[in-house]
């Protein structure tokens, strides 16, 4: 065999492991039982073991010197794994287990933290992982990545290519007519009413498999089931979902299925031959998030979509006092301040995530400390969100991702609904008849146009580049700004 | 540390590895969507590359020659180990990989060739698979395996010590008495009414869940799924059990949910110390079978506990025409001629059993060729049985345990019918009053007795000296004979 070969050979094993890894996650989360979690704990550090061994096993870096690649996809392969190992080979291995031991502690304590709203019992912590992460952007830096920044050389892991400065741009643009939108709606004389009443559990999870289908999820490939917090799991052909029940909230549920489908079905539209390389996975958590923020906001909560969707509530759930052909759509675009990210409308989530990208830059490089985070936080929040944040478990203590060491992640999420923007637009131009299906409850145009443009690459492109592929036109904030503006002055009557 | 505290941390993470690979079997068969049994082939292989090269690893053959053991435990760790690795360190790689790539093929065409009543179509893959099968009982034997014996030296691997000698005795003095007992059975006047009518899954799935919490099923570190063919999976903290539901014979989910806990509870009592060692899962085959059986038949099967089951039975599905308190113990041990092993009563179950290891020795030292295979069947089930075989699928295709090399596993199950007699006969002698809790619906105080004299020391003593300690006597067919002529007389009035 070549080189080239025997590399690949020797990633399909350590691809195929990873897919185990990730099973198991996805079994702890739905199925395990209680009584399994130490042993589970033990369980998922072997297999780790034996992934990190095989990630920086030094014949990787021999074959990588030898190998010669026979065609394109072989070439961004080669790219992906160098990129890996080299990243896997710059952060000393002590650091590495040393960070690995110290978030698997944090995230419980956070935990701990957030159900007492104690931000004191977290700091401590806190200060740990931020000391242990600075030192791995630096070492990462220092062998040159991210430009030789260490908050970019972290960003790297979840958005190639992003830099902080170039990110910062695009949200200074963003923030001014978010800001302004926001107060306009928020001011208008006209306000939607919330969803009332109670929506029973079966109904709800009878209606979710029915949206996932709507989408063109592929149920011989995967499946639905309930966890905590919503998530999607596998690459290839066993991609999993979950979702959530609360019976006074169905959206709740019904638009975090959307959301899982629309990061599913991206694995599943991956094309066969990439299953178990590189290329066989999301190229970026921005990509990523672009493809479940598409399917659940600029198509799951359209006029069109929404009507259908209204009407099968009234359907299962009886008639809950919202006329689903006019005043479902403005409940189901209701705008609402809230301290929470997760559960932001469309024209607020982007200013929580502004936030955090504000706050973890200045805690990489920008003089800001552990202790001030907190007052930090509060001021900031006060300033975009004109209230005063009321409870630690509403404030810093809300997101897990900074106690397990997730800096430069947040904002990859904005990045997903810029990249959302650009794609509705181009989709739209494409599908002019595409309300004629969403009307009927079948969004799989928009899927098939979606999996051609850019899901079926996987990771065959750069994160930008897929995107400009996609639309015909460079990856920029003024599509989702125009499509948010456009929308909410309607609903609002601004 | 010293060579035993390294080859224990060694042996902590391949047991980790091997957990993780049988909940990997476990989702496949309960949640795995279908479309991904490819790709799961892929990942399964990826994760058993990794077992074998730790099984074989050379540093284990280092540990094992310097290594101190600190107590019996330890001791007796070293030994499994030593064992294991001997024998895999006896068969040639060649043969190893040569027997895996075979044998995943061959479940396949079995599979076909039972669906299509073909012999001829299974027979050269069994030919394929009897020939590497023999090479490594006689790879084994030249290790020393089996006292050099082949058939033992495959045997050794489900039950160690034990001989195809010393099993033909036991069978030799069973048969007589048990084909006796089966003749006057049928014969008698008085037989008992089968089962009729139709049990919504609903209902059997919500008992079944009853049974297993009877019987001390530890919720809390398992579960219950819906698979094919039931089984049990998992050790220490994680024991997750299935069943089947067939709405015309709710016994089968019923028996075979009782059965599955048996294995579970064995798993289940082990001592949390040995968890991730070589004495961290049952210790034999025969053995976790005696906890099966004893569940399903000498308790499960008492007529103290279906009079407490008879009448869960009617509360849930209403009067199905057998009068729960007299009638229906006859029907739940009604004893019929079958062509299938796994729907036999307790007095045909072992004649199964017999015949097969028969023609197993009669393939391995003793002459017969798979050509002849089939005719060997059918005559010998016409003379133990006394019908002739009506297809292949109720003959010599009906289990799949040859397909895939399992020779020498038979005997095991009947073994565990002769260890769950003696441990039966020592329950009772020991719990005067367990039948007052069967009659309540509680089996907890066999369960207890059980974990405290064979379950607690999961690979602790050889698979006869767990059965010895328990008991108090040596291992010996005559309990269970006894206890079948016994019951059997008085059901059918012999």
């Known amino acids: 065999m070549t080189a080239f070969a025997d590399l690949m050979a020797f990633q399909r094993d350590t691809e195929a492991l990873a897919q185990i890894a990730g099973r198991q996650e996805w079994d702890q989360e739905t199925m395990m039982p209680e009584g399994a979690a130490e042993q589970r704990g033990d369980e998922r550090a072997a297999l780790e073991g034996v992934l990190h061994a095989r990630r ?20 961004r392969a080669l790219d ?17 287990s040393e960070i690995a031991r110290v978030t698997s502690v944090a995230q419980g304590i956070w935990a701990e933290a957030r159900a007492k709203d104690d931000v004191a019992h977290f700091l401590p912590t806190l200060e740990k992982v931020v000391r242990l992460m600075r030192e791995k952007g630096e070492a990462l830096a220092a062998a040159g990545f991210g430009g030789g920044n260490a908050y970019d050389a972290l960003l790297d892991d979840y958005e190639p290519e992003a830099t902080a400065e170039s990110i910062a741009a695009i949200f200074g643009r963003m923030r001014p007519r978010l800001v302004a939108l926001r107060e306009a709606v928020l001011g208008a004389d006209n306000q939607p009413a919330p969803l009332r009443g109670t929506f029973a559990e079966a109904g709800q999870l009878k209606l979710a498999r029915d949206l996932a289908t709507a989408f063109g999820y592929d149920w011989h490939r995967g499946r639905l089931d309930l966890s905590v917090h919503p998530f999607s799991s596998g690459s290839g052909n066993d991609c999993r979902i979950t979702t959530r029940v609360v019976e006074a909230d169905p959206f709740n549920c019904l638009y975090s299925t959307i959301h899982e489908v629309g990061h599913a079905a991206y694995e599943q539209g991956i094309e066969q031959r990439y299953l178990f390389t590189p290329l066989g996975a999301g190229v970026s958590m921005g990509v990523h998030e672009s493809q479940s923020r598409i399917y659940e906001n600029q198509l799951g909560r359209s006029r069109a979509f929404t009507g259908w969707l209204g009407g099968k509530m009234h359907a299962i ?7 689903p052909a006019g005043a479902f759509y403005r409940t189901a675009n209701r705008v609402a301040p809230g301290f929470i990210r997760t559960e932001a409308d469309e024209v607020h989530y982007n200013l929580h995530i502004m936030m955090r990208f504000d706050l973890e830059r200045a805690l990489f490089g920008g003089g800001l400390e552990v202790a001030d985070l907190e007052e930090a936080w509060n001021s900031r929040f006060a300033k975009d969100f004109g209230v005063a944040v009321d409870r630690p478990a509403h404030g810093l203590l809300q997101d897990v991702h900074w106690s397990v060491g997730l800096f430069g992640y947040f904002p990859t999420y904005a990045l997903g ?40 690459h996987g990771g065959l492109y750069k994160p930008a580049e897929v995107i400009r592929r996609a639309c015909g036109f460079a990856p920029s904030e003024s599509p989702l700004l125009d499509y948010l503006e456009e929308k909410f002055g309607a609903i609002y009557g601004l």
Chains 1, 2 share one sequence.
Do not use: M
């Open 56 to 75: 920086t096993d030094p014949r990787v870096g021999d074959w990588l010197e030898a190998a010669r690649a026979p065609d394109e996809a072989g070439a």
């Open 417 to 456: 609904n810029v990249y959302a923007g650009c794609l509705h637009k181009a989709l739209r131009t494409d599908l002019p008849d595409l309300d004629t299906s969403l009307a009927a409850g079948d969004a799989r145009p928009a899927t098939e146009w979606l999996r051609d443009r850019v899901q079926r």
């Open 317 to 323: 759930f009886g008639d809950f006092g919202t006329d």
């Open 80 to 96: 992906l794994i160098r990129r890996a190992h080299g990243r896997n080979a710059a952060v000393p291995a002590a650091l590495a």
